[in-house]
């Protein structure tokens, strides 16, 4: 009877455990977006926005994030520690609740708001529901507390030992359930370090230190930038040439939105980065921070021009897109409550933030050019010449247009096009030269299969500026058959002619450089294209590999050696390489890198524009020395893996 009476408690403990975290495991994409690689790696993110409110409510000053040897992943903090007195009425302990309650977080919140994890803002509990296991120890009070749980349930009590005392904090390690994260549990190294000293940068003063514990040697960085996002710009531009030498930094506060911006302007650049934050998540849909910090660097500077009589009384003003030519920026608001908008949620939405932005940053910057004429006066005249090469690009674009009209077929000569008209089924491969060119005609299906052959090295794109790059017969090809207006016309997807544009090169060093380049171009001219996901890396196979009846295709040299590993020892087999498409016939290069079915594609994507940016500087710009410096560190089969394709 006793034993039925504790069975039966004990499942109705566990039931509401379940009901409450059952919704998560349901529907795990409600909560964390995805349980793709985002998704996963999602987990640790909400783990270190709780260690970072501790930081930022001033508890906490060092974070610890291992990735250890079972794949599994602790975050450690030396804060105060999750509270663990038990509640009167759930007679659960706090811990137990912030672990296994939905949103139950907030309400130890102790004041102030709660800054990060605005985007999901879902709670420790959510990484509970998510894991296989999860396994919390808190110090403090002279105790050390443990309690492990499996899938969202506990199945220690809280256990507390006495302790020296000499150290509080928290310690979370969690498992990755496979049968909710079914694609992958494997955590990527460069994934969560790009994302960690982001926020190392964001939080001045936090340090962050981050072990890979996978491999031998481990490897163990720290992030700890006491400047701020200051340091943050001056790592952005660390291979630009400047313009000006401090970098212009604006603090403030004003109706509990804090503000906080640095910028500056760099010569020899013809885009901007301006990257925005709203409570540490990036806003990469802009929002009401960034409109409003636009907004002030076109008004302060066009009034100083006017001041200086820079522009004449009948002259227009300079426009945004001039102003911003070459600038480097980063703001970081923090709003109490957060409105994110847009389908994901990475847009600031609150307005009362464009006025507060606005004023704050019109202050600073307004006394700091009359303080120095020399950097105002070379802001300005940088911006003058972008807008008169506007000018000249707009002419040029004209020239094209007029061109396509004049000519009886608009699209370019080489362009094999696919006979669909529904650009949501078309696919356009950019292919390196006229033989690789004529395999993937072959092999296509002309369909929705469109080929288009750029010859060569099409531009050195950092190097020149619009109005050349428009004159370019490679970039007038692309553009005409891609259907695309060109940079500072709004970006409209109804006239893409192709929803996949997929770049198909060699998997040789020249083939790497042609990828970068027409990356370079899309990221600077056509930025939209990637933000929006347009943009496709084939993923042709390296090897082909065969052994009596059977051939098999490998994208890698490790996936080579795994494959015959699984071979009898005596067996014969034979290794073929291909060293380009061109040796690829028509029919391979159909089965294995252009099929929907059975090709492997990979989706480029901006994670880090920042990241981006340096590898397009890095590997373009006028400065020879970093560029070797970066080729030699990263191979020169560089294949951008650092973009996150
Ligand atoms: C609320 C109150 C207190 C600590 C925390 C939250 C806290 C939560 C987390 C989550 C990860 N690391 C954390 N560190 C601290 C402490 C209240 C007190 O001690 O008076």
Redesign the pocket.
């Known amino acids: 009877m006793s034993t039925e009476n504790q069975t039966t408690n004990y499942g109705v403990d566990q039931i509401q455990v379940l009901e409450g975290l059952e919704p998560v495991r349901k529907r795990p994409g409600m909560y964390i977006g995805t349980t793709g690689p985002r998704g996963l790696h999602h987990l640790v993110y909400e783990?270190v926005d709780?260690?970072i409110?501790?930081a930022l409510?001033g508890?906490?000053s060092h974070i610890e994030i291992e990735i250890n040897a079972d794949g599994s992943v602790s975050?450690t903090?030396d804060?105060?520690?999750?509270?663990t007195d038990i509640h009167p009425t759930t007679k659960k302990s706090?811990l137990e609740t912030?672990m296994t309650v939905l949103h139950a977080?907030g309400k130890?919140?102790?004041g102030g708001y709660k800054v990060s994890g605005g985007l999901h803002g879902v709670g420790?509990s959510v990484v509970n529901a998510l894991s296989e296991w999860v396994q919390v120890t808190v110090k403090?009070q002279n105790q050390v507390f443990t309690q492990r749980y499996e899938k969202g349930v506990p199945v220690t009590e809280l256990i507390a030992k006495p302790d020296t005392g000499d150290f509080?904090?928290?310690s979370?390690t969690f498992l990755p359930d496979e049968e909710i994260f079914t694609e992958t549990t494997e955590f990527d190294y460069n994934t969560l370090s790009g994302r960690l000293r982001e926020l190392a940068y964001l939080n001045a003063g936090v340090k962050i230190t981050f072990s890979d514990r996978r491999v031998t040697p481990e490897h163990i960085e720290t992030y700890c930038y006491e400047g701020g996002i200051r340091e943050y710009v001056t790592y952005m531009t660390r291979e630009k040439e400047v313009l000006h030498q401090d970098i212009i930094y604006v603090e403030g506060e004003k109706n509990g939105v804090q503000v906080e911006v640095a910028f500056q302007w760099c010569i020899d650049s013809y885009s901007d980065t301006i990257l925005g934050f709203a409570n540490n998540i990036r806003t990469v849909d802009g929002g009401t921070h960034l409109d409003g910090l636009k907004a002030v660097l076109t008004r302060t500077l066009n009034n100083i021009a006017r001041k200086r009589n820079k522009i004449k009384e009948n002259e227009p003003n300079l426009g945004g897109e001039n102003v911003r030519e070459g600038l480097t920026a980063v703001i970081s608001v923090k709003v109490p409550d957060p409105e994110f908008e847009g389908q994901t949620k990475t847009k600031l939405g609150n307005s009362e933030v464009r006025g507060i932005v606005d004023s704050l940053v019109g202050e600073v910057l307004n006394d700091y050019l009359q303080c120095n004429p020399n950097v105002a006066d070379s802001v300005i005249d940088k911006a003058i010449q972008a807008f008169k090469a506007a000018d000249a690009a707009r002419r040029a674009r004209e020239l094209v247009r007029r061109k396509s009209v004049l000519e009886s077929s608009p699209l370019p000569g080489k362009l094999a096009d696919c006979s669909s008209r529904d650009s949501s089924e078309s696919e356009i491969f950019l292919v390196e030269g006229d033989s690789a060119g004529g395999s993937a005609k072959q092999g296509r299906d002309r369909r929705f299969q469109a080929i288009l052959p750029l010859r060569g090295k099409i531009l050195n794109i950092e190097k020149t500026d619009d109005a050349k790059i428009y004159k370019n017969n490679e970039i007038q090809s692309l553009i005409t058959a891609l259907g695309l207006g060109i940079r500072g016309d709004e970006f409209d997807p109804t006239q893409l002619r192709y929803h996949h544009i997929v770049i198909m090169t060699d998997a040789d060093v020249d083939g790497a450089h042609i990828r970068t380049l027409l990356l370079t171009f899309f990221y600077r001219y056509q930025r939209a294209l990637v933000e929006e996901g347009y943009i496709y890396i084939a993923c042709p196979p390296l090897y082909k590999l065969e052994r009596g009846k059977n051939h098999f295709y490998l994208y890698s040299e490790r996936e080579l050696q795994q494959k015959i590993a699984e071979f009898p020892a005596n067996a014969n087999y034979n290794i073929q390489r291909f060293k380009g498409l061109g040796e690829m016939m028509p029919q391979q290069l159909w089965d294995t890198t252009m099929n929907p079915e059975t090709r492997m594609m990979k989706r480029v994507e901006i994670e880090d524009a920042a990241q981006a940016d340096h590898i397009f500087t890095v590997l373009m710009g006028d400065r020879v020395a970093p560029r070797r410096e970066f080729i030699e560190t990263h191979g020169p089969g560089l294949n951008l893996t650092q973009l996150d394709v």
Request: contains cysteine; charged residues 20%; negative net charge.
């Open positions: 783990v709780n260690s409110d501790e409510a508890y906490c975050v903090d804060g105060r520690g999750i509270p706090a912030v977080g130890f919140g102790g420790i403090r509080t904090g928290t979370i």
